[in-house]
Each structure stands twice: as C-alpha cells, then as structure tokens.
C-alpha cells in the first residue's frame, strides 16, 4: 500500500476491537487481518490522551473518497450500533477499518474487496467522543 500514516488508537477502543477480531466470522476475515494490522502498527494511548483531530470509535468524521471525488460525512461504529446510527459506517467494512486512528488531513490508501483500492483522506472530525469528555463509552 503506497499511504499509511501514522495512527493513534484509544485503548479501550483496541481492547473491544482486539475481540472483535477474534471473533471474525469467513466473510470479515479480510477487513479483521487488515484492522489488526492497523492495530499492531498503531500508538495506543489512553481515552483522555487522545488528540481532538484522531479518528476514534464513535467520530463522525467527514472524509473524501478521492478516486471517485466524493465527499462523506460518516460516524465510525462497532457493527452493533449499525441498526440505531443513522450514518455509521461499521469498523468491520472496509473503509471504516482505514478511517481508524487517522488524524485530519492524512490520506490513506486501503484495500477493498476485489483488488481494488480507496484513497482517503480525512477531511473534519465533526464529533469526538474523548473531545466531549466521553472516555468510557
């Protein structure tokens, strides 16, 4: 992959994402292998260390998919939360697994299902839950 900034990563955030992995069924396999090398590669840090311009779980974020020129207001969720956040976007899919950890401004190139790639960059952080002083959500 030709882009993959640094990230930083809540640690409560990698716990409940480390059991998630885990608990990959055939068809997540791919974007869990993918999150937990994010998670490897990532600086894990406390819920109040986290910066006010990181991606973290439960963010709505507004980033642009470059390669089709499209921009994107999402809130990043664990699958669960799909049913009740109007805009979530899974951390299990593919593009919500790249969106993880990044900080504004950055770009990342992710795989997607097929071969193909997204080129992503991270645009505004609308919400954060660690901004709003929500550490243990």
Known sequence: MATRP???INRL????LQRLIDEADDKDLAVARSLE???????????????????????QVQFTDLARERQIIRTLVY????????????VMAPVGAALLGLRIGD?????LPGGREARLR?????WQ??????FHR
């Open 79 to 90: 699958p669960h939360a799909l049913a009740t956040t109007e805009d979530g976007i899974s």
């Open 107 to 111: 770009t990342i190139d992710w795989p």
């Open 122 to 126: 991270i645009d505004a952080i609308l």
């Open 129 to 134: 839950p660690e901004r709003e002083g929500q």
């Open 6 to 8: 640094p990230i930083i």
């Open 13 to 16: 955030d990698a716990e409940r």
């Open 37 to 59: 090398e994010e998670l490897a590669r990532g600086e894990v840090v406390d819920p109040e260390e986290i910066p006010e311009d990181v991606v973290s779980m439960c963010s």
